[in-house]
């Protein structure tokens, strides 16, 4: 068994793309299946950001909504968005998390989180959620 | 307190994986409470505490005109892709901040320039920064929230 010790793994042929053999004979690549940003927030009470990385700020837009604002732009605002959400308001267990679409698309610089109550698709606001950014940078 | 190094010319994501690493996150209770539409509540801007702290150490944001330069190319009608990221990675970064400094710099980047740039013209302000004690923290107050006609402004 060896230790690869390394600061930088840069690509040969270009240098912004090392790919990894996957499965079979398919090559994955490391740039594309890292996530770009992330967040963990509380939206109860005065919403707060629990931990982040790549995140400038985050705002209370209205009850389950929040906007989150990028530190390093992405390229564009097609990037692929995760995410999940829990809360432990009594009988509220049940809560999911989306994204906006159409009254506040992403942009290379903003996504807006949207957490509802599933039981009757009411916005709800949530102890727990969590978003990832995969995709492209500028 | 640990040294910054020279980040000119190095991606604007390095640097944050940097501070990721070397900087203990700090968390201001500042808060920026802004109104934007007559039929929306209040929003409250939150500063990230991993941002906060690269703001306070300096020497590793781009300066808040390289964001708006970027947003001027995503807003035209032609826009595919940002072709000016160097304007992040490539202009020599700001100094350290002091913690109103930062959030002045937030808002700046963050808060709709329509709302920043006439925080104060009308019949009541539209922003306001205050600390999180300030806040009514329920959402039956604040979604019925406005900003406080005989708020005492702070200069």
């Known amino acids: ?7 930088t793994l840069t690509g040969q042929t270009s240098a912004s793309s090392i790919n990894v053999r996957g499965e079979g004979s398919a090559n994955t690549n490391l740039q ?3 996530a770009k940003a992330w967040i963990s927030m509380n939206g109860t009470g005065t919403i707060a950001v629990r931990d982040s990385f790549n995140i400038t700020s985050i705002s209370d837009e209205g009850t389950g909504l929040t906007n989150v604002t990028i530190a390093s732009d992405m390229s564009d605002g097609n990037y692929s968005l995760s995410g999940a959400s829990g809360t432990y308001i009594a009988n509220s267990d049940n809560v999911r998390l989306g994204f906006s679409t ?7 610089t903003l996504f807006r989180t949207i957490t509802r109550e599933a039981n009757d698709d009411t916005n709800r606001d949530v102890t727990y959620s969590f978003a990832q950014v995969f995709g492209d940078l500028a | 307190m640990i040294e910054t190094p020279k980040f000119k010319g190095t991606h604007l994501f390095a640097r944050l994986m940097w501070a990721k690493e070397n900087l203990e996150p700090f968390q201001s209770d500042i808060r920026v409470v802004y109104e934007d539409g007559l039929d929306d ?3 409250i801007l939150v500063p990230d505490p991993n ?19 970027l947003k001027k190319d995503e807003e035209q009608p032609d826009f595919k892709k940002h072709t000016r990221g160097y304007l992040l990675h490539d202009t020599e970064p700001v100094g350290p ?3 109103e400094e930062a959030i002045e710099y937030l808002i700046k980047k963050d808060v709709p320039s329509h709302i920043w740039k006439t925080w104060n013209d009308g019949n009541k ?3 306001v ?5 300030q806040l009514p923290s329920t959402r039956e107050w604040r979604n019925a929230w406005k900003i406080n006609e005989d708020i005492e402004l702070v200069a």
Not at chain 2, 51 to 69: D, F, R, T
Not at chain 2, 129 to 133: D, N, P, S
């Open chain 2, 41 to 43: 509540p209040s929003k």
């Open chain 1, 102 to 108: 159409e009254t506040t698309p992403p942009t290379s």
């Open chain 2, 129 to 133: 920064i205050c600390r999180t004690h």
């Open chain 2, 97 to 99: 901040m002091t913690e």
């Open chain 2, 51 to 69: 941002w906060m702290a690269c703001a306070l150490q300096g020497g590793i944001l781009p300066p808040v005109e390289s964001y708006w330069e």
């Open chain 1, 1 to 7: 068994m060896s230790t690869l010790a390394i600061n």
């Open chain 1, 32 to 34: 594309q299946g890292l």
């Open chain 2, 125 to 127: 302000p539209k922003m």
